[in-house]
T-cell receptor
Framework: GENVEQHPSTLSVQEGDSAVIKCTYS??????FPWYKQELGKGPQLIID?????GEKKDQRIAVTLNKTAKHFSLHITETQPEDSAVYFC????????????FGAGTRLFVKA | GAVVSQHPSRVICKSGTSVKIECRSL??????MFWYRQFPKQSLMLMAT?????????EQGVEKDKFLINHASLTLSTLTVTSAHPEDSSFYIC?????????????FGNGTRLTVT
C-alpha cells in the first residue's frame, strides 16, 4: 500500500541552527503534501503545505521543497528557536478519492538553547 | 478559521464501561471527519472515516462494534469506545476537512487522552 518514510526520527540542533526533515512517498498519484507540528498533549497543527505543481514554498523561517521525480519532499526550518521543539509529521495525499492522508512516522525535534 | 473542538481532553474510566468522545467543527461544515489513534512516540493511525449521514468506513483491523462512530450533522462526529479495556488506553484525535475541498489540509482537534483502569 501507500507509504511515507520520514527521516530522521530524532533531531537535535542548537538554537539558531537549521533543521531539515526529509520524506519519501510511494504513491506517484499523491499531489498534496502538508507538514504538521504536534506539541506534547495536543493535536497536530498545519505549519506549511505544498502542492505538486510547485517545487518550493517558503513562509518566514519555514520552507518546503518537493522533487516529484524522486518522490522526495523536505521541511527546512532556519534560525531555530526553543519553541520549535515538537514532533513534526510529513504527509501525502491524493486530491481524489477518499481524501486519505498518509503520514510519516514523525521527527522529534529538540532545539537546545 | 477552521477550528476543530474535541471533548473531553482527558477521561478515565473503569474497564467494561463505554466512553464517548465528541468532535465538532466550529466554523465550517465537515462532510467527512477522521478518527485517529496515537500510541506514545508513534505516528497517527487512521481508525475510520466518518461520513455525515452514512456509515463510517473503518480501516482494516479496527473493530466497528468496538469503536462506534456517529456523524449525525455537518459539524459533529462522535466516537464511542464500548466496553473499554486497558488496552484501549490511548490518545484519540479527530480531524476534518473543509467540506469536500480537495488538496486542503486536515484540521485536528486537540485529542482525548483515554485511560482505562
Amino acid at each position: 500500500g501507500e507509504n511515507v518514510e520520514q527521516h530522521p526520527s530524532t533531531l537535535s540542533v542548537q538554537e539558531g541552527d537549521s533543521a531539515v526533515i526529509k520524506c519519501t512517498y510511494s504513491d506517484s498519484a499523491s499531489n498534496y503534501f502538508p507538514w504538521y507540528k504536534q506539541e506534547l498533549g495536543k493535536g497536530p497543527q498545519l505549519i506549511i503545505d505544498i502542492r505538486s505543481n510547485v517545487g518550493e514554498k517558503k513562509d518566514q523561517r519555514i520552507a518546503v521543497t518537493l522533487n516529484k521525480t524522486a518522490k522526495h519532499f523536505s521541511l527546512h526550518i532556519t534560525e531555530t528557536q526553543p519553541e520549535d521543539s515538537a514532533v513534526y509529521f510529513c504527509a501525502a495525499s491524493r486530491g481524489t478519492g477518499g481524501f486519505k492522508t498518509i503520514f510519516g512516522a514523525g521527527t522529534r525535534l529538540f532545539v537546545k538553547a | 478559521g477552521a477550528v476543530v473542538s474535541q471533548h473531553p481532553s482527558r477521561v478515565i474510566c473503569k474497564s467494561g464501561t463505554s466512553v464517548k468522545i465528541e468532535c465538532r467543527s466550529l466554523d465550517f461544515q465537515a462532510t467527512t471527519m477522521f478518527w485517529y489513534r496515537q500510541f506514545p512516540k508513534q505516528s497517527l493511525m487512521l481508525m475510520a472515516t466518518s461520513n455525515e449521514g452514512s456509515k463510517a468506513t473503518y480501516e482494516q483491523g479496527v473493530e466497528k462494534d468496538k469503536f462506534l462512530i456517529n456523524h449525525a450533522s455537518l459539524t459533529l462526529s462522535t466516537l464511542t469506545v464500548t466496553s473499554a479495556h486497558p488496552e484501549d488506553s490511548s490518545f484519540y484525535i479527530c480531524s476534518a476537512k473543509v467540506a469536500a475541498r480537495v488538496n486542503s489540509p486536515l484540521h485536528f482537534g486537540n485529542g482525548t487522552r483515554l485511560t482505562v483502569t
